[in-house]
């Protein structure tokens, strides 16, 4: 018995090979850090002991058993419970390092979705390399250690013939692949409460990728053909046929008939497969037929609004268990000892330490800002009154009802503005945007973006609550809709609205190529609504990283601000003339008062001063990246013209940049790009003070300390306008040191002259002396 590995390269046998000697020298050897593999079978112990400590990149396609002879219930059942297990597993080893490395990305498995898979090919490369082993051996112990297998090995250059072969053989596999788990889906799954709503979890989305039709299209959809199914579902269909099952057997053959209707064809309703999943799943579990599923619907409002929710009332702030509830409130206290206080503000600067430093770019600035305007919201309607009654210049629109955290995915906004957020005030039911989706409505709603903006009406204008509203993965192209639009400014500029108001919270993912991830620019709106940027992926060590957010986990409470509300309280009950100027000039100015006083108790002040100058300000990092890059791709002459304008060096974009980035969409035109990225100028860096239709004038030095880069002036100095002048210059400036050298000489001739006289009239002179 043992493995023996042709290397086709060499024309050398290999007996009684060692596999991973061999892999081990080319992975080194080569620097290879990507592995392509096609296996019948493997096992999650064999992938984490023997490929995920070698290499960075893995795509694994696994295979299932005969689907051509298999009957069509044990072909959903190989579906659904594979699947199963490998998510179970993830879920009952959170901590695994295969299940972070599915979460991160860098591990990726899929399986057979039709065909039946003999193919075994096992494919390392870097840029130019590659080792390439195929042959009869699976990912196994038992097949690399003990088995008679033969693998045939090849390696070379990447540019070489065989390898694009090896390459075509692996995509033609995976083209016929279905996803076993990717990293969005696997994170939701870990959430689930216990296994049995994890696995109802799992057979819900399953069902969802099942057809019968060979026209369906998608990469994971599984076609399964419809005469087989109608076939299955007779005979199956009667309750004694289904006694002479086992359980297992029976859950299987349920689904098939619930799933696919008269003649094998699967239901037009999707939207109830999920519903109906879980009704069989109960009705097999518990063995009564009379279950019903859970509802879910939503018939008022007042259902999502936050547990428990604080609200005020005759100068003080209550906490109730929820709106409508006829439970004794309490009056919000904190009797905190000094070590709890510590502890609590402890908490505070380490949740913003955890921002900044395990970012790849700090945004220790924008946790820190969300956290005080988290603490402060309950008493923003009273900042908004006393802006109204100010004598200076500003109004009640200039304090934002809500707070948007923006950025691409899996940068901590939702870990933030949602699971930490909750659990730092005491609300316990944070929603997802899904919760807003018109079927989850008793009484039904338009659309999700207008049942949002309904949501947030009917809570702000519920007498009492002052609890933040937290939406958790919103569209950002709400904020571009006009009834949106509409009601944020009724309710920041409606006079009438006194009286305590709750404030909002909302994640959205920011893409940039997505029509449906722009979001509204207008200054209007941001002066409303405060965007604050999470762009940075994580970084550092992960296990270090995940001890210290799960540390923040268990440490997150309401401490701080159930302490913040009562000292807010005092603060609120005498506001002095000072005070009041310095909250003028800063709305979080209040809460920044408390907290600086109780970490001064502690010298604790240092660890976040910075962040306490001044409040993060979103207009001055948005489209920075995008400037950038537009500004080096664009061509000086017909792009970009430089002129001299007031003393100053200007720049003058043209619509013509513009119509080259667009897609020629009506929401994304030439003329749209222009105003976009002119709203993207801020305007305390005094950029740009003007657009037109064809364009704008840029002032380079202001632009340049906006990217914090030389970005235009690099721009001008390689132009030919710039070279010209500078030809100019250095020819105006030889010119003049020629003529300055031409006077100098004539003086210099001149002082001899005289100096030659002089010296001539005085020997002169001395001669008719001595005569």
Not at 8 to 15: A, E, N, P, Y
Not at 271 to 290: A, E, F, M, P, V
Not at 464 to 474: E, T
Not at 727 to 736: G, H, M
Request: glycine share 4%; net charge neutral.
């Amino acid at each position: 018995m043992g493995l023996e590995i042709l290397n086709h390269t060499d024309q050398k046998l290999i007996s009684n090979a060692d596999f991973w000697q061999l892999v081990d020298f080319q992975r080194e050897s080569n620097k290879f850090s990507e592995f392509k593999g096609i296996s019948f079978v493997s096992n999650i112990k064999f992938i984490e002991k023997n490929l995920l400590p070698r290499f960075d990149q893995i795509t694994l396609i696994l295979g299932l058993t005969d689907n051509g002879s298999n009957s069509i219930g044990k072909r959903i059942d190989q579906i659904l419970n594979k699947r199963r297990d490998l998510i179970e597993y993830s879920y009952e080893h959170q901590d695994s390092t295969f299940t972070k490395r599915i979460l991160d990305g860098s591990l990726q498995l899929f399986f057979t979705k039709q065909n039946l898979i003999h193919t075994k090919l096992y494919l390392m490369r870097n840029q130019s390399k590659y080792s390439v082993f195929s042959g009869s051996m699976n990912l196994t112990d038992a097949a690399v250690n003990k088995n008679m297998e033969q693998l045939v090995w090849d390696y070379g250059n990447t540019s070489d013939p065989l390898f694009n072969c090896y390459q075509q053989m692996f995509q033609d596999n995976l083209d016929q692949a279905a996803t076993y788990i990717d990293a969005k889906k696997l994170s939701g799954y870990l959430k689930d409460k216990d296994k049995e709503e994890l696995r109802i979890h799992v057979m819900q989305d399953s069902s969802l990728e099942i057809k019968n039709s060979p026209n369906s299209t998608g990469k994971d959809i599984i076609i399964l053909p419809a005469e087989e199914i109608k076939k299955y579902r007779d005979h199956y269909s009667k309750d004694d046929e289904l006694k002479k099952l086992s359980e297992n057997e029976k859950l299987v053959a349920s689904q098939t008939v619930t799933l696919f209707g008269e003649g094998g064809n699967k239901r037009r309703k999707l939207d109830t497969i999920g519903q109906d999943l879980y009704s069989l799943t109960q009705h097999i579990i518990r063995q009564d037929k009379k279950a019903k599923a859970d509802t879910t619907q939503i018939e008022k409002e007042e259902d999502l609004f936050p547990v428990p929710v604080q609200f005020y009332n005759n100068g003080q702030l209550f906490q109730a268990s929820k709106i409508g509830d006829n439970i004794p409130s309490e009056v919000i206290t904190s009797d905190l000892t000094e070590e709890q206080l510590k502890n609590a503000l402890q908490l505070f600067c380490d949740i913003t330490h955890e921002y900044n430093t395990y970012k790849e770019v700090g945004e220790g600035w924008q946790a820190c800002d969300f956290m005080l305007f988290l603490y402060e919201s309950p008493w923003l309607w009273k900042i908004r009154n006393l802006y109204e009654l100010s004598g200076s210049n500003v109004s009640r629109e200039d304090v934002p009802i809500a707070t948007a955290l923006i950025g691409q995915g899996r940068t901590g906004k939702s870990t933030l503005g949602k699971r930490i957020a909750a659990k730092l005030i005491g609300a316990h039911n944070f929603l997802d945007s899904g919760m807003m989706d018109p079927k989850n409505y008793a009484f039904g709603k338009s659309n999700i973006n207008m049942t949002i903006t309904n949501t947030l009406s009917d809570y702000v204008y519920t007498n009492g609550p002052v609890s933040p509203l937290m939406i958790d993965d919103v569209s950002p192209e709400l904020t571009t809709r006009t009834y949106f639009e509409r009601f944020i400014k009724e309710v920041t500029n409606n006079r009438n609205l006194t009286h305590p108001s709750p404030a909002f919270v909302f994640t959205m993912n920011r893409q940039e190529s997505s029509i449906k991830s722009q979001f509204s620019l207008k200054p209007e709106i941001m002066r409303r609504l405060w965007y604050l940027s999470f762009e940075s992926t994580f970084s550092g060590e992960s296990d270090q990283r995940n001890a210290a957010l799960t540390s923040l986990f268990s440490r997150a409470n309401d401490d701080l601000f159930k302490y913040c509300q009562v000292e807010l309280a005092k603060f609120f009950t005498n506001v002095s003339v000072e005070d009041a100027q310095k909250i003028e000039r800063d709305f979080l100015y209040p809460i920044k008062h408390v907290l600086k006083t109780a970490l001064d108790k502690f010298d604790m002040y240092n660890q976040v001063s910075k962040y306490f100058e001044e409040n993060y300000d979103y207009s001055l990092f948005v489209g920075r990246n995008d400037w950038g890059m537009l500004i080096n791709q664009a061509k000086i002459g017909s792009d970009i013209l430089f002129i001299k304008q007031d003393d100053r060096l200007k720049a003058q974009i043209n619509k013509e940049l513009f119509n080259k980035i667009s897609d020629q969409t009506a929401k994304n035109s030439g003329s749209t790009m222009l105003d976009r990225y002119f709203k993207y100028l801020p305007r305390k860096y005094h950029i740009a003070s003007q657009q037109t239709s064809t364009g704008f004038i840029l002032d380079v030095e202001n632009f340049d300390k906006w990217l914090d880069d030389d970005t235009l002036m690099n721009k001008y100095q390689n132009s030919s306008s710039f070279r010209d002048k500078q030809q100019r210059d250095n020819q105006a400036q030889l010119t003049q040191t020629v003529d300055m050298l031409a006077k100098a000489m004539l003086e210099d001739r001149e002082q001899r002259r005289k100096e030659e006289a002089k010296k001539n009239h005085s020997w002169f002179g001395n001669l008719f002396h001595r005569n």
